[in-house]
């Protein structure tokens, strides 16, 4: 059942490729204009380059939570969802993972070209990669129960971003701590511990906050 | 058998309905009635467990339908004012997922033949932001030849279909109620159908 949700959600976002692009491109160039509007200053550059990243991703990962579910919201879609024998937890996983596949996987991919332009050395490159790669995940997650509960309300995108942002702080703490560890020569393993736990953590108790947030939000 | 038992309904400050109490057997057709805005489609979202009476219980064969929950779903089909339809997907991937999501699963093969019943021969493979709303209507209706659930519950099947159409949605509906399928409907148009006992509810 999670595939057939992953499937269909891989299809729309190929026949509607122009959201997929538009959070892409949003990363892209809010990555891109801070080493404009800084200086070409390479030390100031090199400090700032996964904080910048990280803030851009969860920026950009937030930008298009309001689509998780407002599509099938809107055309009945949900309600069949809801109606579904099989768990809705699982439904909603699936909805998840491919948030994550079509937002989450572009930006680990572009990450390591961006950060060139901040001068990181290829050590620090790969670890912001894999930091991303780690958490991304927790963020379509996270942001997945912030969707269902704001679905269906006025100005939910606004409300979404004040819900969803303060959860994301520690995702971006530790994200950023693994780069800077790494280039600062100490040891980045911790950070990636703690990073694969909010990722399991995630996992265990995401799908079901956002399945009984949706049945309050259809109710 | 389907039953409810003082059902009411609350909306803001004012009550839709209350005190309803039905009861649908095997093979029995019921149609609710009633002017626009008299809580029709809350009854029907109540008796699908999409959401909750403010007061009253709804069971299935005894059992409350909360309790049931997923085995109770396993025996439905709900089919609302919004078809589920995709504008991005064809009419035959509309119907496959639709399908996979009520534990059904059905390959093209057997999506094309039951969009070819509905009517919907040569038009499987169109996206549907291009079908008509008519045509859109069937390919959600399409759903009702494939899935094996004993109780439908349908909110207006009929708007939007031709002549023709409403001929074989009837016909469809006839065939459930001879295998000993329940069916509750709401329409706003006549339509005599036979079945072991048809039931009318009429919300005021």
Redesign the interface.
């Known amino acids: 059942?999670i595939w057939?949700i992953v499937k269909?959600d891989l299809?729309?976002a190929m026949?509607?490729r122009s959201d997929v692009l538009t959070t892409l491109f949003f990363f892209i160039i809010v990555v891109s204009l801070f080493p404009l509007g800084v200086g070409p200053e390479p030390n100031i550059l090199r400090a700032m380059a996964s904080g910048v990243v990280w803030v851009a991703a969860l920026l950009a990962s937030m930008l298009s939570l309001g689509r998780m579910f407002s599509?099938d919201y809107?055309?009945?879609?949900l309600?069949?969802?809801?109606?579904?024998?099989?768990?809705l937890a699982a439904?909603v996983m699936g909805k998840a993972i491919s948030h994550w596949l079509v937002t989450g996987v572009p930006l680990v991919l572009m990450a390591p070209v961006l950060g060139i332009q901040y001068d990181l050395p290829g050590e620090a490159l790969l670890v912001l990669t894999l930091s991303l790669l780690l958490g991304t995940p927790v963020l379509s997650l996270i942001g997945a129960i912030g969707a269902a509960l704001t679905l269906g309300l006025r100005g939910g995108g606004v409300l979404v971003s004040i819900l969803v942002l303060p959860l994301y702080i520690p995702v971006l703490i530790f994200g950023t701590g693994a780069v800077e560890a790494s280039s600062a020569g100490m040891e980045f393993g911790a950070h990636f511990s703690i990073l694969g736990a909010f990722l399991l953590i995630s996992i265990v108790f995401s799908p079901w906050a956002t399945a009984a947030s949706l049945r309050i939000s259809?109710? | 058998m389907l039953t409810a038992r003082n059902l009411e309904c609350i909306r803001g400050e004012h009550s839709l309905f209350s005190d309803i109490s039905f009861s649908v057997n095997s093979g029995e057709l019921m149609f609710v009635g009633g002017a626009n805005g008299s809580g029709k489609t809350s009854l029907l979202r109540l008796l699908?467990?999409?959401?909750?009476p403010d007061g009253g219980e709804i069971l299935w064969d005894g059992m409350d339908i909360r309790e049931l929950g997923?085995?109770y779903?396993?025996v439905?089909t709900?089919l609302?004012?919004?078809?589920?339809?995709?504008?991005?997907?064809t009419a035959i991937?509309n119907l496959r997922?639709?399908c996979?999501?009520?534990?059904c699963e059905i390959d093209e093969d057997q999506a094309a033949d039951a969009l070819g019943q509905i009517g919907l021969a040569g038009r499987e493979m169109l996206?549907a932001k291009v079908l008509s709303q008519g045509q859109r209507r069937r390919v959600a209706l399409a759903r009702l030849l494939v899935v094996q659930t004993k109780l439908w519950i349908l909110d207006e099947p009929l708007t939007a279909l031709d002549i023709a159409a409403v001929g074989l949605i009837k016909e469809i509906l006839e065939h459930n109620l001879s295998k000993g399928g329940m069916v509750i409907m709401t329409t706003h148009q006549e339509i005599v159908m036979t079945a072991a006992a048809v039931h009318h509810l009429t919300l005021s």
């Open positions: 059942m057939w269909r299809l729309l026949r509607r599509g809107a055309d009945g879609t309600e069949q969802m809801l109606l579904s024998p099989a768990s439904l259809m109710g | 699908c467990g999409l959401s909750s997923g085995d779903r396993g439905l709900y609302g004012h919004l078809g589920g339809i995709k504008d991005d997907l991937e997922i639709s996979a999501l009520a534990n996206p």
